[in-house]
């Protein structure tokens, strides 16, 4: 069996007004931003925020701190990002689990449904 290779470079969609503004503000001092201070400057909501992170092929990492270019980042910056984000994940996917276990046992056949 061949394993297919990991795309490094995938392609791009084309970008949205705010994105390419939400990017232009994090370069331009590659700083932290915080929702609120994209909010302000911007206009764009918290949830346009996360939506424009999550879906920047990597260019954007989040925290605690807000948001930032991933180029202008540090390593440990990156690595937390990541380390965040993967624990995240983790969490997400036991919370997943656990209830498809209560599903099960609350669907078994001839079990009373409440």
Not at 29 to 52: F, N
């Amino acid at each position: 069996m061949i394993q297919s290779e990991f795309e490094l470079y995938p392609a791009h969609k084309k970008a949205n007004a705010d994105e390419i503004s939400m990017m232009s503000v994090l370069k331009s001092y590659g700083d932290w931003y915080t929702a609120k201070e994209l909010h302000g400057m911007l206009g764009i909501s918290d949830r346009t925020c996360r939506e424009i992170a999550q879906h920047s092929d990597g260019k954007i990492i989040s925290g605690q701190r807000g948001y930032k270019a991933t180029a202008y980042a540090t390593p440990d910056e990156i690595n937390h990002a990541c380390y965040w984000l993967w624990s995240q994940a983790d969490k997400m996917s036991k919370r997943a689990t656990e209830i498809k276990r209560v599903a099960h046992q609350a669907l078994k056949p001839g079990r009373k449904q409440c």
